[in-house]
């Protein structure tokens, strides 16, 4: 008796359709996931850059001089962050030397696919550093 094999063929190929799909579906999700990194990163080097211009302007004995405060390096960041969209929000916002702002910024990233291989709220976080230009 000779056995029939015809369609056999369907269903590997039907397996490797689900999974092209489901390596489609991940690759997606990857390149999503490293756009929102790196739109984060832009967004701390912003806020960072904004808080650079947070100085406060000193006279004292010595002359004149412009000096940061986390306080004003603080403001500027928020100000930033509520003009712009986005569900970003400020971690922390200091000036480690008086001359130089550095803004932490932390979001959630959510896939744009459903999918059972990707997890769902990822917690990412950035941080910028920008000099005052006048000193």
Same mark, same amino acid.
């Given at each position: 008796?000779?056995?029939?094999?015809?369609?056999?063929?369907?269903?590997?190929?039907?397996?490797?359709?689900?999974?092209?799909?489901?390596?489609?579906?991940?690759?997606?999700?990857?390149?999503?996931?490293?756009?929102?990194?790196?739109?984060?990163?832009?967004? !701390?080097?912003? !806020?960072?850059?904004?808080?650079?211009?947070?100085?406060?302007?000193?006279?004292?004995?010595?002359?004149?001089?412009?000096?940061?405060?986390?306080?004003?390096?603080?403001?500027?960041?928020?100000?930033?962050?509520?003009?712009?969209?986005?569900?970003?929000?400020?971690?922390?916002?200091?000036?480690?030397?008086?001359?130089?702002?550095?803004?932490?910024?932390?979001?959630?990233?959510?896939?744009?696919?459903?999918?059972?291989?990707?997890?769902?709220?990822? !917690?990412?976080?950035?941080?910028?550093?920008?000099?005052?230009?006048?000193?």
């Amino acid at each position: 008796m000779k056995r029939d094999d015809e369609g056999s063929v369907l269903l590997l190929a039907i397996g490797y359709a689900l999974l092209a799909i489901a390596v489609i579906f991940v690759c997606v999700c990857a390149t999503d996931l490293y756009i929102a990194q790196k739109r984060l990163d832009s967004l !701390a080097d912003s !806020a960072a850059l904004a808080g650079a211009d947070g100085f406060v302007f000193v006279v004292d004995g010595a002359g004149a001089r412009l000096e940061l405060t986390d306080e004003g390096v603080l403001e500027q960041a928020e100000a930033l962050l509520a003009a712009l969209p986005g569900s970003a929000s400020i971690v922390r916002a200091e000036t480690p030397d008086g001359v130089s702002a550095r803004v932490a910024v932390a979001g959630v990233w959510h896939p744009p696919l459903v999918s059972v291989f990707v997890p769902d709220g990822v !917690a990412l976080e950035a941080t910028g550093i920008s000099r005052t230009a006048l000193q």
